[in-house]
Nanobody, 122 residues
Framework: QVQLVESGGGLVQAGGSLRLSCAASGRSFSDYIMGWFRQAPGKQRELVAAVTESGSRTYYADSVKGRFTISRDPAKNMVYLQMNSLKPEDTAVYYC???????????????WGQGTQVTVSS
């Protein structure tokens, strides 16, 4: 069992930065691939970034490559998403998720946080 709690969302101007944090609890945190999804109003939930259990491999959606960085700190049971050069189209609720496979399909992830709102103004 893994519990996830996101923080760090907020309102930022285009071109600005935010860092999202995901605090994980549970003995098996290190066994899971961790991902950040986002969902904008009227759109499907999409995988933005993911990192493998060891942190050795990462995945980024094309729309955020070069601007977002995912990382995990096993000692603190934390996962981060550093978001730079933010655009209005990045506006969404961002969710932290834990899964067994590095897949882009939301239903393949086992545990979810409650989400944190990111709003980028133009």
């Amino acid at each position: 069992q893994v519990q996830l709690v996101e923080s760090g969302g907020g309102l930022v101007q285009a071109g600005g930065s935010l860092r999202l944090s995901c605090a994980a609890s549970g003995r098996s945190f290190s066994d899971y691939i961790m991902g950040w999804f986002r969902q904008a109003p009227g759109k499907q939930r999409e995988l933005v970034a993911a990192v493998t259990e060891s942190g050795s491999r990462t995945y980024y959606a094309d729309s955020v490559k070069g601007r977002f960085t995912i990382s995990r700190d096993p000692a603190k049971n934390m996962v981060y998403l550093q978001m730079n050069s933010l655009k209005p189209e990045d506006t969404a609720v961002y969710y932290c998720a834990a899964g067994r496979f590095l897949l882009t399909t939301p239903r393949m992830y086992d545990y979810w946080g409650q989400g944190t709102q990111v709003t980028v103004s133009s």
